[in-house]
């Protein structure tokens, strides 16, 4: 087994599954793309990515999911439904990268460094969207989403040409928006009264 192959299909799949946690399909789409025009190479099992129903599926999917996140109300909605998404197109595409070795060792991997990545960028998200929400009154999410979907287009490209440069810039951004949402959190808590 080739290490150095095994590392970078490590940071490639992590980065993509972090991509997954700012929008589910866009990341899947850049994949699909790259794996049907022959620039990247995937395992047998994640083959199917690079099919034409496969590139026609995630384009709508895509499209869908970005334009709505644009809608009030309808953002929170799809936090609620692409939070579970996320931990799924994290898992898989993370397997996906990866070369071909024994099912619970691929899996396992998808499942704690994919899914893990995609689920705290999402729950991130997630919560910096009930800030905008709740402090602008919902005036602030098509900016949240804007920024949302550069992430994702950025950090799925990045991670398909440098993906050690993109696993460390998704885990950057992934502090900065916690550290963000705790400082905002604070900021709304009630101050206690002195003591007299």
């Known amino acids: 087994m080739d290490y150095f192959q095994l ?16 929008r589910v399909f866009v990341p899947l789409l850049v994949v699909s793309l790259a794996v049907h025009f022959g620039g990247l190479g995937v395992n047998e099992t994640f083959a199917w990515v690079g099919s034409d129903t496969a590139l026609i599926c995630l384009g709508v999917a ?7 996140y644009y809608i009030p109300m309808v ?26 070795m024994p ?10 460094g994919g899914a893990g990545a995609a689920g705290t960028i999402q729950a991130g998200t997630a919560a910096l969207r009930g800030i905008s929400t709740a402090t602008t009154g919902t005036l ?3 900016i949240l989403a804007t920024l949302e979907n550069i ?7 990045l991670a398909i040409v440098v993906p ?4 460390i810039g998704l885990l950057l951004m992934g502090f900065i928006i916690y550290r ?5 959190r604070r900021r709304r808590r009630p101050q206690a009264a002195p003591a007299t």
């Open 62 to 68: 895509t499209l869908v999911e970005v334009l709505a």
């Open 103 to 112: 099912d619970y060792v691929q899996w396992g991997i998808g499942v704690v």
């Open 151 to 157: 992430f994702s287009v950025l950090g799925a490209l």
């Open 7 to 22: 590392i970078l299909a490590l940071c490639m799949g992590i980065s993509l599954s972090a991509a997954c946690g700012f």
């Open 164 to 167: 050690v440069v993109a696993l």
């Open 75 to 100: 953002d929170h909605a799809l936090d609620a439904v692409n939070t579970p998404l996320a931990l799924v197109a994290g898992t898989v595409i993370t397997c996906g990268m990866l070369p071909e």
């Open 180 to 184: 963000i949402v705790r400082r905002l």
């Open 140 to 142: 602030g999410n098509p």
